[in-house]
Protein backbone atom coordinates (compact mmCIF):
# COMPACT_ATOMS: atom_id res chain seq x y z
CA UNK A 1 0.00 0.00 0.00
CA UNK A 2 3.17 2.14 0.18
CA UNK A 3 3.26 4.74 -2.60
CA UNK A 4 6.38 6.31 -4.21
CA UNK A 5 5.77 9.21 -2.29
CA UNK A 6 7.96 8.43 0.77
CA UNK A 7 11.03 7.98 -1.23
CA UNK A 8 11.88 11.64 -1.06
CA UNK A 9 12.08 11.36 3.12
CA UNK A 10 14.82 8.36 3.43
CA UNK A 11 13.82 6.77 6.81
CA UNK A 12 16.49 4.17 7.56
CA UNK A 13 14.65 2.81 10.59
CA UNK A 14 11.16 3.10 8.54
CA UNK A 15 9.89 4.90 11.60
CA UNK A 16 6.18 6.04 10.83
CA UNK A 17 5.94 9.88 10.82
CA UNK A 18 3.11 8.96 13.73
CA UNK A 19 3.45 6.62 16.74
CA UNK A 20 1.11 6.18 19.38
CA UNK A 21 2.19 3.40 21.12
CA UNK A 22 0.09 1.90 24.08
CA UNK A 23 -1.59 5.12 25.03
CA UNK A 24 -3.52 5.03 28.11
CA UNK A 25 -5.50 8.41 28.12
CA UNK A 26 -8.71 10.84 29.62
CA UNK A 27 -10.13 13.41 30.94
CA UNK A 28 -9.31 14.41 34.78
CA UNK A 29 -9.80 10.80 36.21
CA UNK A 30 -11.88 9.11 33.27
CA UNK A 31 -9.95 6.91 31.30
CA UNK A 32 -10.82 6.69 27.86
CA UNK A 33 -8.35 4.65 26.55
CA UNK A 34 -6.96 1.34 27.75
CA UNK A 35 -3.45 0.96 25.64
CA UNK A 36 -4.09 2.29 22.31
CA UNK A 37 -1.85 1.70 19.56
CA UNK A 38 -1.79 3.29 15.71
CA UNK A 39 0.84 4.91 13.70
CA UNK A 40 0.39 7.11 10.70
CA UNK A 41 3.41 7.01 7.66
CA UNK A 42 4.48 9.70 5.71
CA UNK A 43 1.45 10.47 3.37
CA UNK A 44 -0.32 8.01 4.56
CA UNK A 45 -4.42 8.36 5.51
CA UNK A 46 -5.17 6.72 8.17
CA UNK A 47 -8.79 6.38 9.51
CA UNK A 48 -9.97 5.63 13.08
CA UNK A 49 -13.19 3.72 12.79
CA UNK A 50 -15.08 2.47 15.65
CA UNK A 51 -18.57 3.10 17.88
CA UNK A 52 -19.69 5.73 19.90
CA UNK A 53 -17.45 5.93 22.86
CA UNK A 54 -14.58 3.88 21.76
CA UNK A 55 -12.92 6.60 22.14
CA UNK A 56 -11.47 7.75 18.33
CA UNK A 57 -11.57 11.50 19.34
CA UNK A 58 -9.71 11.07 22.36
CA UNK A 59 -6.52 9.34 20.37
CA UNK A 60 -6.50 12.91 18.55
CA UNK A 61 -6.90 14.75 21.89
CA UNK A 62 -4.52 12.80 23.45
CA UNK A 63 -1.87 13.40 20.57
CA UNK A 64 -2.45 17.34 20.78
CA UNK A 65 -2.34 17.37 24.71
CA UNK A 66 -6.07 18.18 25.37
CA UNK A 67 -6.65 15.01 26.80
CA UNK A 68 -4.24 14.01 29.44
CA UNK A 69 -1.73 10.90 29.07
CA UNK A 70 -1.38 8.72 31.72
CA UNK A 71 0.96 5.87 30.28
CA UNK A 72 2.34 4.97 26.53
CA UNK A 73 4.30 7.00 23.68
CA UNK A 74 3.78 9.49 21.34
CA UNK A 75 6.60 9.62 19.00
CA UNK A 76 6.64 11.84 16.06
CA UNK A 77 8.93 12.59 12.93
CA UNK A 78 11.86 11.33 15.84
CA UNK A 79 10.68 13.13 18.79
CA UNK A 80 9.13 12.43 21.90
CA UNK A 81 5.76 14.75 22.11
CA UNK A 82 4.08 13.21 24.52
CA UNK A 83 1.49 15.66 26.36
CA UNK A 84 2.64 18.37 24.06
CA UNK A 85 0.23 20.91 23.97
CA UNK A 86 -1.21 21.37 20.57
CA UNK A 87 0.45 25.00 20.34
CA UNK A 88 4.10 23.55 20.06
CA UNK A 89 2.73 21.04 17.48
CA UNK A 90 1.37 23.37 15.58
CA UNK A 91 5.31 24.49 14.36
CA UNK A 92 6.31 20.63 14.24
CA UNK A 93 4.08 20.49 11.08
CA UNK A 94 1.40 18.92 12.86
CA UNK A 95 -2.40 20.58 12.29
CA UNK A 96 -5.79 19.50 14.09
CA UNK A 97 -8.97 20.02 12.90
CA UNK A 98 -11.09 19.56 15.67
CA UNK A 99 -14.56 17.78 15.77
CA UNK A 100 -17.56 20.44 15.32
CA UNK A 101 -16.94 22.71 12.72
CA UNK A 102 -15.10 25.10 15.09
CA UNK A 103 -14.31 28.54 14.25
CA UNK A 104 -13.70 31.65 15.09
CA UNK A 105 -17.18 33.13 14.60
CA UNK A 106 -16.54 36.85 15.00
CA UNK A 107 -13.11 36.65 12.67
CA UNK A 108 -13.77 36.64 8.74
CA UNK A 109 -13.14 33.91 6.84
CA UNK A 110 -9.71 35.48 6.17
CA UNK A 111 -8.73 36.67 9.44
CA UNK A 112 -9.58 32.63 9.87
CA UNK A 113 -7.38 31.64 7.38
CA UNK A 114 -4.76 34.57 8.80
CA UNK A 115 -5.24 32.69 12.85
CA UNK A 116 -4.47 29.43 10.86
CA UNK A 117 -1.39 31.30 9.85
CA UNK A 118 0.01 32.48 13.30
CA UNK A 119 2.93 30.86 13.44
CA UNK A 120 4.31 31.41 9.90
CA UNK A 121 5.94 34.73 10.22
CA UNK A 122 7.78 34.62 6.36
CA UNK A 123 5.07 37.12 4.06
CA UNK A 124 5.67 35.18 1.00
CA UNK A 125 4.89 31.86 2.59
CA UNK A 126 1.96 33.16 4.05
CA UNK A 127 0.87 34.57 0.90
CA UNK A 128 1.30 31.16 -0.67
CA UNK A 129 -0.95 29.26 2.02
CA UNK A 130 -4.17 32.08 1.40
CA UNK A 131 -3.46 31.02 -2.22
CA UNK A 132 -3.49 27.52 -2.16
CA UNK A 133 -6.36 27.60 0.60
CA UNK A 134 -8.41 29.56 -1.54
CA UNK A 135 -7.48 27.63 -4.51
CA UNK A 136 -8.33 24.42 -2.88
CA UNK A 137 -11.95 26.38 -2.00
CA UNK A 138 -12.71 28.50 -4.10
CA UNK A 139 -16.21 29.20 -2.07
CA UNK A 140 -14.23 30.98 0.86
CA UNK A 141 -12.44 32.95 -1.73
CA UNK A 142 -15.77 34.51 -2.81
CA UNK A 143 -17.10 34.95 0.90
CA UNK A 144 -13.63 35.89 2.69
CA UNK A 145 -15.30 38.83 4.66
CA UNK A 146 -17.87 36.91 5.49
CA UNK A 147 -17.78 36.33 9.60
CA UNK A 148 -17.32 33.03 9.88
CA UNK A 149 -19.91 32.18 12.39
CA UNK A 150 -22.61 33.38 9.79
CA UNK A 151 -21.82 30.50 7.42
CA UNK A 152 -23.73 27.29 6.94
CA UNK A 153 -22.10 24.14 8.83
CA UNK A 154 -20.30 22.78 5.77
CA UNK A 155 -18.53 26.67 4.82
CA UNK A 156 -17.69 26.30 8.26
CA UNK A 157 -15.92 22.93 7.91
CA UNK A 158 -14.08 24.51 4.92
CA UNK A 159 -12.95 27.03 7.08
CA UNK A 160 -11.71 24.74 9.21
CA UNK A 161 -9.98 22.22 7.42
CA UNK A 162 -8.35 25.56 5.29
CA UNK A 163 -7.30 27.00 8.73
CA UNK A 164 -5.26 23.70 9.52
CA UNK A 165 -3.45 23.96 5.85
CA UNK A 166 -2.30 27.51 6.06
CA UNK A 167 0.76 26.08 8.20
CA UNK A 168 1.36 23.69 5.02
CA UNK A 169 1.47 20.73 7.58
CA UNK A 170 2.80 16.93 7.39
CA UNK A 171 0.36 15.40 9.26
CA UNK A 172 -3.35 16.87 9.98
CA UNK A 173 -5.45 15.65 12.61
CA UNK A 174 -9.52 15.15 11.42
CA UNK A 175 -12.00 14.80 13.87
CA UNK A 176 -15.11 13.99 12.67
CA UNK A 177 -15.03 15.96 9.31
CA UNK A 178 -18.02 15.01 8.00
CA UNK A 179 -19.87 14.92 10.49
CA UNK A 180 -23.79 16.49 10.81
CA UNK A 181 -23.18 18.03 6.74
CA UNK A 182 -25.16 18.39 4.21
CA UNK A 183 -24.56 15.08 1.80
CA UNK A 184 -22.79 17.18 -0.66
CA UNK A 185 -20.78 18.90 1.49
CA UNK A 186 -19.81 15.12 2.97
CA UNK A 187 -19.24 14.50 -0.59
CA UNK A 188 -17.06 17.31 -0.52
CA UNK A 189 -15.02 16.77 2.40
CA UNK A 190 -13.94 12.93 1.18
CA UNK A 191 -12.95 14.67 -2.01
CA UNK A 192 -10.74 17.33 -0.47
CA UNK A 193 -9.32 14.36 1.88
CA UNK A 194 -8.00 12.73 -1.36
CA UNK A 195 -7.10 15.88 -2.74
CA UNK A 196 -4.43 16.40 0.15
CA UNK A 197 -3.73 13.05 -0.20
CA UNK A 198 -2.88 12.87 -3.49
CA UNK A 199 -0.10 15.98 -2.67
CA UNK A 200 1.67 14.12 -0.03
CA UNK A 201 -0.51 15.14 3.21
CA UNK A 202 -0.31 12.49 5.90
CA UNK A 203 -3.51 12.43 7.80
CA UNK A 204 -5.22 10.91 10.93
CA UNK A 205 -9.37 11.11 10.19
CA UNK A 206 -11.26 10.20 12.97
CA UNK A 207 -14.85 9.33 11.30
CA UNK A 208 -18.90 7.73 11.97
CA UNK A 209 -18.86 7.46 8.20
CA UNK A 210 -16.87 4.44 8.28
CA UNK A 211 -17.38 3.26 4.70
CA UNK A 212 -16.25 6.11 3.01
CA UNK A 213 -13.31 6.32 5.08
CA UNK A 214 -12.34 2.78 4.62
CA UNK A 215 -12.53 3.70 0.72
CA UNK A 216 -10.30 6.10 0.60
CA UNK A 217 -7.87 4.99 3.85
CA UNK A 218 -4.28 3.35 3.16
CA UNK A 219 -4.79 1.90 6.74
CA UNK A 220 -7.21 1.58 9.57
CA UNK A 221 -7.94 1.06 12.93
CA UNK A 222 -11.21 -0.46 14.76
CA UNK A 223 -11.43 0.83 18.15
CA UNK A 224 -13.42 -0.43 20.64
CA UNK A 225 -14.24 1.01 23.83
CA UNK A 226 -10.80 2.36 24.24
CA UNK A 227 -8.95 -0.52 22.42
CA UNK A 228 -7.93 -1.65 19.41
CA UNK A 229 -10.08 -3.78 17.76
CA UNK A 230 -8.88 -4.64 14.22
CA UNK A 231 -6.36 -3.16 12.01
CA UNK A 232 -5.54 -3.49 8.41
CA UNK A 233 -5.55 -1.37 4.92
CA UNK A 234 -8.68 0.45 4.23
CA UNK A 235 -9.84 -2.18 1.91
CA UNK A 236 -9.11 -5.23 4.46
CA UNK A 237 -11.57 -3.62 6.53
CA UNK A 238 -14.13 -2.97 4.44
CA UNK A 239 -13.71 -6.68 3.01
CA UNK A 240 -13.66 -7.95 6.69
CA UNK A 241 -17.16 -9.53 7.45
CA UNK A 242 -16.13 -8.64 11.41
CA UNK A 243 -16.55 -5.06 10.32
CA UNK A 244 -19.39 -5.27 8.49
CA UNK A 245 -21.03 -6.98 11.17
CA UNK A 246 -19.87 -4.89 14.13
CA UNK A 247 -19.86 -1.75 12.44
CA UNK A 248 -21.27 -1.85 8.60
CA UNK A 249 -24.59 -3.06 9.76
CA UNK A 250 -24.26 -6.04 7.63
CA UNK B 1 -37.42 76.71 25.99
CA UNK B 2 -34.24 77.68 24.78
CA UNK B 3 -32.78 77.65 28.47
CA UNK B 4 -34.21 73.60 28.32
CA UNK B 5 -32.61 72.73 25.21
CA UNK B 6 -29.36 74.36 26.20
CA UNK B 7 -29.49 72.36 29.68
CA UNK B 8 -30.15 69.28 27.82
CA UNK B 9 -27.10 70.04 25.86
CA UNK B 10 -24.98 70.65 28.72
CA UNK B 11 -26.26 67.39 30.29
CA UNK B 12 -25.30 65.57 27.38
CA UNK B 13 -21.93 66.94 26.83
CA UNK B 14 -21.03 66.49 30.46
CA UNK B 15 -21.99 63.09 29.94
CA UNK B 16 -20.07 61.43 26.91
CA UNK B 17 -17.54 63.48 28.62
CA UNK B 18 -17.05 61.54 31.35
CA UNK B 19 -18.41 58.57 29.55
CA UNK B 20 -14.91 58.62 27.57
CA UNK B 21 -13.18 57.85 30.73
CA UNK B 22 -15.18 55.57 32.05
CA UNK B 23 -14.79 53.76 28.33
CA UNK B 24 -11.04 53.90 28.62
CA UNK B 25 -11.44 52.23 31.96
CA UNK B 26 -14.12 49.54 31.28
CA UNK B 27 -12.54 48.41 27.90
CA UNK B 28 -9.64 46.93 29.87
CA UNK B 29 -12.03 44.93 32.21
CA UNK B 30 -14.30 43.72 29.00
CA UNK B 31 -10.95 42.53 27.79
CA UNK B 32 -9.73 40.55 30.31
CA UNK B 33 -13.39 38.79 30.58
CA UNK B 34 -13.43 38.16 26.50
CA UNK B 35 -10.19 36.50 26.66
CA UNK B 36 -10.04 34.91 30.09
CA UNK B 37 -13.44 34.46 31.32
CA UNK B 38 -12.29 36.02 34.94
CA UNK B 39 -14.25 39.52 36.17
CA UNK B 40 -11.29 41.11 37.50
CA UNK B 41 -12.70 42.99 40.66
CA UNK B 42 -9.28 44.49 41.38
CA UNK B 43 -9.41 46.66 37.92
CA UNK B 44 -10.57 49.85 40.03
CA UNK B 45 -7.36 49.10 42.11
CA UNK B 46 -5.51 49.47 39.13
CA UNK B 47 -6.71 52.87 38.37
CA UNK B 48 -6.12 53.56 42.00
CA UNK B 49 -2.34 53.09 41.09
CA UNK B 50 -2.04 54.54 38.25
CA UNK B 51 -3.53 57.42 39.75
CA UNK B 52 -0.88 57.28 42.59
CA UNK B 53 2.05 57.31 40.05
CA UNK B 54 0.92 60.53 38.56
CA UNK B 55 0.25 62.11 41.66
CA UNK B 56 3.41 60.68 43.42
CA UNK B 57 5.60 61.78 40.20
CA UNK B 58 4.32 65.33 40.27
CA UNK B 59 4.70 65.78 44.09
CA UNK B 60 8.52 64.85 43.64
CA UNK B 61 8.88 66.78 40.13
CA UNK B 62 6.00 68.34 39.44
CA UNK B 63 5.45 66.48 36.34
CA UNK B 64 2.81 67.07 34.15
CA UNK B 65 -0.13 63.96 34.16
CA UNK B 66 -0.19 63.92 30.93
CA UNK B 67 3.81 63.40 30.23
CA UNK B 68 3.42 61.25 33.71
CA UNK B 69 1.35 58.20 31.60
CA UNK B 70 4.52 57.86 29.88
CA UNK B 71 5.08 56.05 33.09
CA UNK B 72 1.92 54.88 34.53
CA UNK B 73 1.36 53.02 31.03
CA UNK B 74 4.25 50.68 31.15
CA UNK B 75 4.50 50.23 34.81
CA UNK B 76 0.69 49.36 35.13
CA UNK B 77 1.40 46.55 32.09
CA UNK B 78 3.89 45.56 33.70
CA UNK B 79 2.13 44.86 37.21
CA UNK B 80 -0.84 43.57 35.20
CA UNK B 81 1.44 41.32 33.54
CA UNK B 82 3.06 39.81 36.14
CA UNK B 83 -0.23 39.42 38.31
CA UNK B 84 -1.81 37.68 35.53
CA UNK B 85 1.38 35.14 34.68
CA UNK B 86 1.75 34.62 38.37
CA UNK B 87 -1.69 34.68 40.10
CA UNK B 88 -4.99 34.55 37.67
CA UNK B 89 -3.21 32.41 35.22
CA UNK B 90 -3.96 30.02 38.69
CA UNK B 91 -7.56 30.80 38.08
CA UNK B 92 -8.48 30.96 34.50
CA UNK B 93 -10.27 26.99 33.85
CA UNK B 94 -11.66 27.47 37.33
CA UNK B 95 -15.89 27.96 37.94
CA UNK B 96 -16.05 31.74 37.90
CA UNK B 97 -16.75 32.21 41.89
CA UNK B 98 -13.46 31.23 42.17
CA UNK B 99 -11.73 34.08 39.96
CA UNK B 100 -13.94 36.65 41.79
CA UNK B 101 -13.09 35.50 45.10
CA UNK B 102 -9.22 35.80 43.65
CA UNK B 103 -9.53 39.34 42.18
CA UNK B 104 -11.87 40.57 45.15
CA UNK B 105 -9.30 39.00 47.48
CA UNK B 106 -6.65 41.05 45.55
CA UNK B 107 -8.59 44.48 45.61
CA UNK B 108 -8.38 44.08 49.50
CA UNK B 109 -4.19 43.42 49.51
CA UNK B 110 -4.07 46.48 46.99
CA UNK B 111 -6.39 49.00 49.14
CA UNK B 112 -4.72 47.45 51.94
CA UNK B 113 -1.28 48.11 51.13
CA UNK B 114 -1.85 51.44 49.44
CA UNK B 115 -3.56 52.36 53.19
CA UNK B 116 -0.23 51.45 54.62
CA UNK B 117 1.63 53.11 52.65
CA UNK B 118 0.24 55.99 51.44
CA UNK B 119 -2.16 56.56 54.05
CA UNK B 120 -5.73 57.76 53.70
CA UNK B 121 -4.71 61.23 52.65
CA UNK B 122 -6.42 62.63 50.22
CA UNK B 123 -4.50 63.90 47.31
CA UNK B 124 -5.16 65.76 44.27
CA UNK B 125 -2.88 67.29 41.22
CA UNK B 126 -3.39 70.55 40.67
CA UNK B 127 -3.19 70.81 36.68
CA UNK B 128 -5.48 72.58 34.68
CA UNK B 129 -8.62 74.30 35.50
CA UNK B 130 -11.21 76.25 33.88
CA UNK B 131 -13.23 75.75 31.07
CA UNK B 132 -14.67 77.60 28.30
CA UNK B 133 -18.16 78.08 26.54
CA UNK B 134 -19.47 76.29 23.25
CA UNK B 135 -22.73 78.50 22.83
CA UNK B 136 -24.70 77.77 25.63
CA UNK B 137 -22.84 74.71 26.75
CA UNK B 138 -19.84 75.28 29.45
CA UNK B 139 -17.09 72.58 28.74
CA UNK B 140 -14.83 72.19 31.55
CA UNK B 141 -11.18 71.62 30.07
CA UNK B 142 -9.47 69.00 32.26
CA UNK B 143 -12.14 66.54 31.68
CA UNK B 144 -12.09 67.50 27.73
CA UNK B 145 -8.66 66.84 28.08
CA UNK B 146 -9.09 63.76 29.97
CA UNK B 147 -11.96 62.83 27.39
CA UNK B 148 -9.88 63.43 23.76
CA UNK B 149 -6.94 61.37 25.36
CA UNK B 150 -8.82 58.64 26.66
CA UNK B 151 -10.55 58.63 23.28
CA UNK B 152 -6.79 58.25 22.19
CA UNK B 153 -5.95 55.22 24.17
CA UNK B 154 -8.92 53.18 23.45
CA UNK B 155 -8.57 53.83 19.70
CA UNK B 156 -5.35 52.79 20.18
CA UNK B 157 -6.12 49.28 21.64
CA UNK B 158 -9.10 48.92 19.68
CA UNK B 159 -6.89 49.16 16.26
CA UNK B 160 -4.21 46.92 18.26
CA UNK B 161 -6.93 44.40 18.69
CA UNK B 162 -8.17 44.42 15.32
CA UNK B 163 -4.90 44.96 13.14
CA UNK B 164 -1.87 43.37 15.01
CA UNK B 165 -0.62 39.53 14.74
CA UNK B 166 -1.13 39.63 18.67
CA UNK B 167 -3.95 41.57 18.74
CA UNK B 168 -6.10 39.01 16.51
CA UNK B 169 -4.67 36.10 18.65
CA UNK B 170 -5.86 37.72 22.20
CA UNK B 171 -9.25 37.74 20.15
CA UNK B 172 -8.72 34.82 18.72
CA UNK B 173 -8.05 32.95 21.95
CA UNK B 174 -11.07 34.99 23.37
CA UNK B 175 -13.41 33.47 20.88
CA UNK B 176 -12.19 29.62 21.59
CA UNK B 177 -8.91 29.14 23.34
CA UNK B 178 -8.82 25.04 21.96
CA UNK B 179 -9.12 26.24 18.44
CA UNK B 180 -6.09 29.19 19.06
CA UNK B 181 -3.60 26.43 20.75
CA UNK B 182 -4.54 24.57 17.83
CA UNK B 183 -3.24 27.14 15.70
CA UNK B 184 -0.20 27.33 17.30
CA UNK B 185 -1.41 30.51 19.73
CA UNK B 186 0.25 30.46 22.93
CA UNK B 187 -3.11 31.24 24.70
CA UNK B 188 -1.13 32.17 28.15
CA UNK B 189 0.91 34.12 26.76
CA UNK B 190 -2.13 36.05 24.90
CA UNK B 191 -3.94 36.24 28.66
CA UNK B 192 -0.93 37.17 29.96
CA UNK B 193 -0.65 40.17 27.01
CA UNK B 194 -4.29 40.72 27.46
CA UNK B 195 -4.38 41.22 31.28
CA UNK B 196 -1.10 43.80 30.92
CA UNK B 197 -3.20 45.56 28.35
CA UNK B 198 -5.89 45.90 30.76
CA UNK B 199 -4.42 46.98 33.53
CA UNK B 200 -2.35 49.85 31.50
CA UNK B 201 -5.50 50.99 30.28
CA UNK B 202 -6.76 51.42 33.58
CA UNK B 203 -3.74 53.04 35.00
CA UNK B 204 -3.77 55.34 32.15
CA UNK B 205 -7.51 56.30 33.26
CA UNK B 206 -6.28 56.49 36.99
CA UNK B 207 -3.49 59.09 35.60
CA UNK B 208 -6.71 60.85 34.29
CA UNK B 209 -8.69 60.78 37.17
CA UNK B 210 -5.97 61.85 39.17
CA UNK B 211 -6.21 65.66 38.20
CA UNK B 212 -10.27 65.26 37.71
CA UNK B 213 -10.64 63.74 41.27
CA UNK B 214 -9.26 63.27 44.52
CA UNK B 215 -7.06 60.42 44.78
CA UNK B 216 -7.31 57.90 47.82
CA UNK B 217 -6.79 54.15 48.30
CA UNK B 218 -10.21 53.15 47.96
CA UNK B 219 -11.10 55.65 44.86
CA UNK B 220 -11.26 52.09 42.85
CA UNK B 221 -13.71 50.96 44.22
CA UNK B 222 -16.68 53.50 42.90
CA UNK B 223 -14.83 53.44 39.61
CA UNK B 224 -15.08 49.57 39.55
CA UNK B 225 -18.76 49.35 39.97
CA UNK B 226 -19.09 51.81 36.99
CA UNK B 227 -16.83 50.01 34.71
CA UNK B 228 -19.15 46.98 35.32
CA UNK B 229 -21.75 48.66 34.76
CA UNK B 230 -20.43 49.83 31.52
CA UNK B 231 -19.63 46.61 30.10
CA UNK B 232 -22.88 44.84 31.52
CA UNK B 233 -24.71 47.07 29.41
CA UNK B 234 -22.29 47.47 26.51
CA UNK B 235 -21.74 43.58 26.14
CA UNK B 236 -18.98 41.47 28.44
CA UNK B 237 -16.27 41.14 26.44
CA UNK B 238 -17.33 43.80 23.47
CA UNK B 239 -14.70 46.49 23.21
CA UNK B 240 -16.81 48.25 20.89
CA UNK B 241 -19.94 47.69 23.28
CA UNK B 242 -17.68 49.50 26.14
CA UNK B 243 -17.43 52.36 24.14
CA UNK B 244 -21.18 52.61 23.45
CA UNK B 245 -21.61 51.65 27.13
CA UNK B 246 -19.65 53.64 28.76
CA UNK B 247 -21.66 56.98 26.82
CA UNK B 248 -24.84 56.06 27.81
CA UNK B 249 -24.04 55.54 31.25
CA UNK B 250 -22.04 58.59 31.42
CA UNK B 251 -24.80 60.71 29.72
CA UNK B 252 -27.81 58.61 32.10
CA UNK B 253 -25.08 59.91 35.12
CA UNK B 254 -24.84 63.02 34.11
CA UNK B 255 -28.46 63.42 33.86
CA UNK B 256 -29.72 61.93 37.01
CA UNK B 257 -27.26 63.98 38.60
CA UNK B 258 -28.56 67.20 37.23
CA UNK B 259 -32.48 66.40 38.05
CA UNK B 260 -31.63 64.56 41.32
CA UNK B 261 -28.77 63.99 43.69
CA UNK B 262 -25.28 62.50 42.74
CA UNK B 263 -26.80 59.45 44.99
CA UNK B 264 -29.78 59.15 43.29
CA UNK B 265 -27.69 58.88 39.95
CA UNK B 266 -26.09 56.45 41.49
CA UNK B 267 -28.83 54.06 42.54
CA UNK B 268 -30.51 54.78 38.64
CA UNK B 269 -27.32 53.63 37.17
CA UNK B 270 -27.69 50.25 39.04
CA UNK B 271 -31.43 50.21 37.94
CA UNK B 272 -30.32 50.87 34.37
CA UNK B 273 -28.25 47.76 35.26
CA UNK B 274 -30.57 45.89 36.45
CA UNK B 275 -33.19 46.03 33.84
CA UNK B 276 -30.71 45.76 31.27
CA UNK B 277 -30.09 41.89 32.85
CA UNK B 278 -33.80 41.22 32.78
CA UNK B 279 -34.25 42.85 29.32
CA UNK B 280 -31.32 41.49 27.17
CA UNK B 281 -28.74 39.76 29.57
CA UNK B 282 -25.81 40.15 26.96
CA UNK B 283 -25.67 43.89 26.70
CA UNK B 284 -26.00 45.30 23.27
CA UNK B 285 -22.94 44.36 21.67
CA UNK B 286 -22.89 41.19 23.51
CA UNK B 287 -23.34 37.92 22.13
CA UNK B 288 -25.43 35.18 23.88
CA UNK B 289 -23.16 32.80 25.73
CA UNK B 290 -23.93 29.21 24.15
Known amino acids: MTGGAEARIPEPLATPLL ?38 STILKAITGFARVSAGRIRYDGQDVTGVRADRLVPLGIAYVPQGRLVFAQMTVHENLEMGAFTVRDAGARQEAFSRVYDLFPR ?4 RTQLAGTMSGGEQQMVAIGRGLMVRPRLMLLDEPSLGLAPRFVALVFETLQSLKAQGLAMLVVEQNAAQTLAIADRAY ?10 GTGADLLANPETRRLYLGD | MGTDLATAAQVVVSGLLLGGLYALLAGGLTLVFGVMRVINLAHGELLMLGAYVACLLFAATGLNPIVALLVSIPVLFVVGAVTQRFVVNRVVNAPLLTSLLLTYGLSLVVTGTAQAVWTNDYRSVPFITGGFALGEVSISRPRLLAFAVSLVLTGAAHVFLTRTRWGKAMRATAQNADVALACGIDIDRARMLAFGIASALAGAAGTLVSFLYSVYPEMGRAFMLKAFAVIVLGGLGSFPGALIGAMILGVVEAGAAYLSTTQIAEAVIYIMLLAMLLVRPHGLLGTAER
Open chain 1, 19 to 56: SVDDVHAGYGRVRVLHGVSAAVEAGQLVGLIGPNGAGK
Open chain 1, 140 to 143: LADR
Open chain 1, 222 to 231: LLELGRNRLE
